[in-house]
């Protein structure tokens, strides 16, 4: 079965606070993604990666960076946590090509709450 | 750009009844993928259905069916014989696999309540 993990369910933190988002993938896939989940905006897409080392900006990529050193690791950093940073942040992996379905596997979602 | 747009917030049915979920898009490609997924209650967001713009048939799976407009660039998802579970937000997606990385390209959902 296809898994994807993350870090936390829930988590708080302070204004200012540096804080790391972590996903684990064990299906092998290159191609790895950060959203953001708030009501009445669907997902949105902050960072996504397609190879180790190599990381491509989103749509709303500001406030945010990310680290992928492993093929089946993908971090998302908040340097300095803002209030307007609170929402539901959710990891995805997929793998593109020839053949290829295109369905990506979501992670369970951290509810990062910033005060 | 590519857009996805879900124009009912909430929804509701009652069991046993039928449901259609409606997403409309906007694309100049004519290759491109489109998706229905399922998140309930525990946030675990699940693929329902998928579908190719170049197949013809619209894709089914089990009570889950698509009507699949490609001029009109329209994907709705039909629930037939809606269960308790079947209580989800349900996002639209759309995939182009021009663009890198397989990203995906959501719509604003739609929460549905199935009621017993």
């Known amino acids: 079965d296809v898994k994807v993990t993350q870090s936390s369910r829930y988590l708080v933190k302070r204004t200012g606070e540096k804080v790391f988002l972590e996903c684990v993938q064990d299906?092998?896939?290159?191609?790895m993604f950060w959203y953001r989940q708030d009501p009445g905006l669907g997902l949105r897409l902050i960072y996504f990666s397609y190879d180790v080392k190599m990381k491509e900006k989103g749509d709303i990529p500001e406030g945010y960076s990310v680290s992928r050193e492993k093929k089946e690791r993908f971090s998302l950093i908040l340097e300095s946590a803002s209030t307007n940073q609170t929402s539901m942040y959710l990891c995805?992996?997929?793998?593109?090509?020839?053949?290829?379905?295109?369905?990506?596997?979501f992670g369970p979602g951290t509810r990062l709450t910033v005060t | 750009a590519q857009t996805v747009t879900q124009s009912q917030p909430e929804m509701s049915v009652q069991e046993a009844e039928t449901v259609t979920l409606s997403c409309t898009y906007d694309t100049s490609e004519s290759n491109y993928y489109l998706f229905w997924y399922k998140q309930p209650p525990s946030r675990q967001m699940i693929l329902v259905i998928r579908?190719?713009?170049?197949?013809?048939q619209n894709a089914t799976e089990n009570r889950f069916s698509v009507n699949f407009q490609k001029a009109a660039k329209s994907f709705s998802l039909k629930i037939s014989d809606s269960q308790l579970g079947d209580t989800a937000m349900y996002f639209c997606a759309f995939m182009s696999p021009y663009n890198q990385g397989g990203k995906l390209i959501f719509g604003q959902g739609t929460e549905l309540s199935v009621k017993p």
């Open positions: 299906m092998d896939h290159e191609n």
């Open positions: 995805a992996s997929t793998v593109t090509g020839t053949g290829a379905s295109y369905e990506q596997y």
């Open positions: 579908q190719e713009a170049y197949k013809q």
